[in-house]
């Protein structure tokens, strides 16, 4: 079946500008996480949707970060006035229920110049 | 911060076994003790998780200690297509959905 999908694969953007990143989840799974990692690093939690609850954005760096998941399916992030420190790797994951296994999207890499 | 220490890298042989080690001094007693892998270029993979008793699955074992402080994920057989980044992950104890990354242990494989 199909897993997790994310567009752009690769997304560059001049600093000052807004950026709009979607993730489509597994069909059926009820939460959906948003995480960031630079390059050799862990990753860092961004936002979590669970079901119709209000989401967890108590990872989000900044407001200039916000995320909507429409119809408790698609979800987009989107960073307004990007600078040269959100460029890194933005990966979208969701689970059947929260504490299950997670299945990761291939992820978009931000570049900000 | 992360709430478990990997080394920073191990390497091994083909075909031989691995001994991936981790330590999660401050687990409490309902906090499961997750393992993902991330080959290169892509996103994360779940490997295996438990909480008290060890685990098996297709892709590995991992073995707890009795005290819960320190767990092992093992690759019985390692291949080449194994070398990735393994990360040890204990839940937080206050969130009951947050993964909490660390760095990980960077698995190098030589033929």
């Known amino acids: 079946g199909a897993g997790v999908s994310q567009s752009p694969s690769n997304k560059v953007t001049e600093k000052g500008k807004d950026v709009e990143l979607r993730c489509d989840p597994i069909?059926?799974?009820?939460?959906l996480y948003w995480y960031r990692q630079s390059l050799g690093q862990g990753l860092e939690f961004l936002i979590y949707?669970?079901?119709?609850?209000?989401?967890?954005k108590s990872g989000l760096p900044s407001d200039r970060f916000s995320a909507e998941r429409t119809g408790g399916s698609v979800s987009t992030l989107t960073i307004q006035r990007t600078q040269q420190e959100d460029s890194a790797v933005y990966l979208c994951?969701?689970?059947?229920?929260?504490?299950?296994?997670?299945?990761f999207g291939p992820g978009t890499r931000l570049t900000v110049l | 911060d992360a709430k478990t220490t990997q080394p920073n890298s191990m390497e091994s042989n083909e075909e031989e076994p691995v001994h991936l080690p981790c330590n999660h001094s401050?687990?409490?007693?309902?906090?499961?003790i997750h393992w993902y892998r991330q080959l290169p270029s892509q996103g994360p993979e779940y490997v295996i998780h438990?909480?008290?008793?060890?685990v098996n699955n297709r892709m590995a074992s991992l073995a707890i200690a009795e005290d819960r402080k320190s767990s092992t994920l093992i690759l019985h057989r390692a291949t080449l297509r194994d070398a990735a980044v393994y990360y040890c992950?204990?839940?937080?104890?206050?969130?009951?959905?947050?993964?909490?990354w660390g760095a990980g242990t960077k698995l190098i494989i030589k033929p």
């Open positions: 994951a969701s689970s059947l229920e929260s504490l299950n296994e997670q299945f």
């Open positions: 069909s059926g799974h009820t939460a």
């Open positions: 949707f669970q079901g119709n609850s209000a989401p967890d």
């Open positions: 401050t687990i409490s007693g309902t906090d499961y």
């Open positions: 438990g909480l008290t008793s060890n």
């Open positions: 992950i204990q839940e937080a104890t206050d969130s009951n959905y947050q993964l909490i």
